[in-house]
């Protein structure tokens, strides 16, 4: 209490009891329910898909899940799906900043067609981009005297990836430049920067949390994307076999612990390098407002 005899604001917060401190309250329950439901969506099929490999023995597990052809699916599947997401990473944001900081006629239409990956069925997409890029194709054709072919090559898988991939990166970013005013780049310039020295000092380090979860999104949907792959790949083993059409294979076959192995691989390789992703995403983000 001050000497006019009125308690002060910054006294106040220590006065209250400590459950109404919380501007909205019931954690209790709404962690529970929380709880409840990732583990019923999630934590169970996962550990369900765990569990299926248990009476597998460790011989059995390593030899479904190691052996030269998934390995080989292995390499390709993370490769492709890095490089499709890095790809995003440079275009994605390009687009975002085309999209945010200027006007032109289309722009609403353009918009739209960042969103067309999502409302698209992944298997009409592969088609698509098969019949575009094979060597007879409209776009195709005109590559193959160069010595590019894209159908039913590494090249071609990245593609489909980067095609499926892009809205996640635009749409993570669009955001942030949005609340990024111009007049932030306008003060830099009047303080002699130069345009990279803006890019590199001003917005990059606003954008670089949102760019970080875009490749994260866009790097794990590419891991496990089927529809769009499975046309354009050519699915030649150890050379254009992805895992999730390997695992598809399997279940075919009737070897379910052979994909339940392959499946908990791929799944244990994915959240660690998610889980590491984001952890460089909050440690950058720390950073940077420190």
């Known amino acids: 209490m001050n000497p006019t005899g009125h308690i002060s604001t910054e006294t106040l917060p220590s006065m209250l009891p400590r459950k109404s401190r919380r501007l909205i309250p019931g954690f209790g329950l709404s962690m529970g329910i929380t709880l409840f439901y990732l583990s019923f969506i999630v934590l169970i099929p996962m550990a369900a898909l765990f569990g299926k490999t248990i009476p597998m023995g460790g011989e059995a ?10 390995m080989a699916s292995y390499r390709l599947s993370f490769s492709a799906a890095l490089a499709g997401a890095l790809i995003n990473v440079v275009f994605g944001t390009l687009t975002a900043w ?61 593609l489909a990836l980067a095609f499926i991939g892009l809205p996640f990166v635009v749409r993570t970013i669009q955001p942030i430049l949005e609340e990024l005013e111009p007049e932030i780049e306008e003060a830099a310039a009047s303080l002699g920067a130069s345009r990279w020295q803006t890019i ?33 790949a050519g699915n030649m083993p150890y050379k254009t076999e992805i895992t999730p059409l390997l695992i598809i294979i399997k279940l075919e076959e009737y070897n379910y612990t052979g994909a339940t192995a392959i499946g908990c691989v791929m799944m244990f390789v994915s959240f660690s390098l998610l889980l590491l992703i984001n952890l460089l995403q909050r440690f950058m983000a720390r950073r940077l407002n420190h």
């Open 61 to 70: 597990f390593f030899r479904e899940a190691f052996s030269p052809r998934v």
């Open 98 to 158: 085309v999209l945010v900081r200027y006007n032109f006629p289309g722009k609403k239409i353009i918009d739209s067609l960042v969103d067309l990956p999502f409302a698209l069925p992944t298997a009409v997409a592969g088609i698509t981009l098969t019949t575009l890029y094979a060597e007879n194709g409209w776009l195709g054709q005109w590559l193959i005297p160069f010595g590019i072919k894209v159908s039913f090559t590494e090249l071609g898988i990245i």
């Open 200 to 232: 590199q000092r001003v917005i990059l380090p606003e954008i670089w949390p949102a760019i970080l979860a875009g490749f994260t999104m866009a790097f794990a949907r590419g891991l496990g994307e089927f529809g769009s792959v499975v046309f354009i």
